[in-house]
Each structure stands twice: as structure tokens, then as C-alpha cells.
């Protein structure tokens, strides 16, 4: 009976740890500055900040389709955030599956020939559930990092990318997301 138990108590404590790891924080800071007051997307469904050192090019999203649409100074990295639409049969497979299958979904879809250089892992912040995956478009070429976010009944996807001549402030860029991913109001 004492072996069965502690047979039990190991995979019970298994368990635990997938659970846990399965939910990880991300690798990136959150403490990149940004500006105190509260801004709201054109369409008036989500609340952030500006990062320092960037601008808010917003109003010229409609362009590509973007809620949120947020350039570095020197123009050499952006940050975009776009709302998923999905139907309902999608939906019943995200919830089966979870976000890990729609960042896997759209990898496919948007970066066919894109080097994956992490693949999906999901995190959470700020009681949100999110996933994200780290491409590249060619060996050289231009880093984006995808963040999958589920808020609410929605699903965004926030895309940071450097271009590939500024790939050494990759990670600095990757913080500023992050940052900006924590401090947001959806």
C-alpha cells in the first residue's frame, strides 16, 4: 500500500510541474519605461502606453489592418498589435488545443519560409493567457517576435519586429513588447 501511495505523490507532483511549466513567465523584462498616462486605440477597445524612445503611428495602422501600431525613433523596429478573427469552429479547436495552436496556425500562414528560431511557448501576465514564437525571415534577414494574447473573448496578435541591421537590440525590443503586453488594458 506505501508503494502505491508514493507512485501516487509522483506523478501527482509530475503533474504539478508540467502544469506549472506549462505556464511560464516570459523570458523578457517588463520594466521598460513608459509614458505614465493611458492612451486608447483608434477603435477604443484597448488602453496603453507609449515606450520611450518610441512613436505612436496609430492613425496610419489602417493601412495594415492594426489596432495599435507603434514605431522606434530611428525607424528601425515596430510594434503591432492586430485582432485575430476567428469563427466558431476555430474557437472550439483553440479551446481544445490552446493558444500554442494558433500561433502554430499562424507561423504557417504568414511566415511560410520564416526560420523559427523559438518556438511557441505559452506564458501569462497579467491574469491574460499568451503564447508567443520567435522568427527569422531568412539568415540574415529581419527578427520578429509574435505574441498570441487571449483577452476575454478576444485574441490579438502583437508582433514586434527589428530589422535585421539592428538584430543586436533584439532583446531590448522583445522587453519594450513585453512591457508594453503588461502594462495594456484590453
Known sequence: MGRCCSIASF??????????????SSPYSTSYPL????????EGDLRYKIPDGWLDASNDAHLHNSILWLVRRDYAATIDVREIVIDEEARKTI?????PAVATLIMKMTRDSAIV???PEEFSTNNMECCSY???TSPEGDITRVVIVKAGSKMYEMTALVLAKEVR???DVFSVQQSLLHAMRW
Open 169 to 171: 537590440d533584439q532583446a
Open 95 to 99: 479551446n481544445a488545443e490552446g493558444l
Open 134 to 136: 520567435e522568427s527569422r
Open 117 to 119: 528560431l523559438v518556438p
Open 11 to 24: 506523478y501527482c507532483l509530475l503533474l504539478s510541474i508540467i502544469a506549472l511549466s506549462g505556464c511560464a
Open 35 to 42: 509614458a505614465p498616462e493611458y492612451l486608447v486605440s483608434p
